[in-house]
């Protein structure tokens, strides 16, 4: 199905564990987004990529790593969990057109224990 | 200061009334603005785009303010379906990631 989709929806890890965000769209837009939404903070941004092997950081890219070797894919890695990284992770990818709308995947809700 | 910033509230009202909400941004050359829509533990969904001579989408009406460097949202007639975190947000340069205010939540009430 057409669509942005991430994998897994919930997570449990541990602290010190690697672990890996997945996100893949279908459309082939240019620009995919890490956010995490954090009570109090709202929507943050890790990590955007621009178009295939081109990223650049967020505001708050400590702790993550990010890959783009194909334009449908945009993994985050938690390279050594943390309590702090506890969070909803929501990826999103945009076209830069006349809508300049930005879909967002379901979301995955990772608990650091 | 924030890029984007919004009074967090809640706003509860009762069903049929008419509701508004702003937001600030700081970067003056900042060049797409948007109002998304949040449902709980959901995803973010563009709600409408807002453009400089003010637009409207049935009961929703956004405007913009350049030299104020606000935007605004209006909804009249809420509906309990409207009951959502509304996010303002703004593209700091074209093509670029989308800066989010923290959002501004709405609760209608029958």
């Known amino acids: 199905d057409a669509g942005i989709t991430q994998s897994p929806r919930y997570k449990i890890t541990e602290t010190g564990r690697q672990v890996t965000l997945m996100c893949h769209q279908t459309w082939s837009h240019s620009y995919m987004f890490w956010y995490r939404q954090d009570l109090g903070h709202g929507l943050r941004l890790i990590y955007y990529s621009a178009a295939a092997d081109i990223t650049d950081k967020g505001e708050v890219p400590d702790g993550y790593v990010v890959s783009r070797s194909k334009t449908e894919n945009f993994p985050l890695t938690l390279e050594s969990a943390t309590r702090s990284q506890t969070s909803v992770y929501f990826c999103a990818s945009f076209q830069r057109d006349r809508a300049n709308e930005a879909f967002f995947g379901q979301g995955t809700r990772l608990t650091v224990v | 200061r924030k890029e984007v910033e919004q009074d967090p509230g809640p706003f509860n009202v009762p069903e049929g009334a008419t509701v508004a909400f702003n937001c600030t941004y700081s970067n003056s050359a900042s060049q797409s603005f948007f109002w998304y829509r949040q449902d709980c533990r959901k995803e973010p969904k563009l709600l409408m785009s807002v453009y400089s001579s003010g637009n409207e989408d049935g009961r929703f009406t956004a405007q913009l303010n350049r030299a104020s460097q606000y935007i605004s949202l209006l909804i009249r007639d809420s509906k309990l379906s409207d009951s959502a975190t509304y996010l303002c947000?703004?593209?700091?340069?074209?093509?670029?990631?989308?800066?989010f205010g923290k959002g501004t939540s709405l609760l209608v009430t029958p």
């Open positions: 947000v703004v593209n700091p340069n074209s093509g670029y990631a989308l800066n």
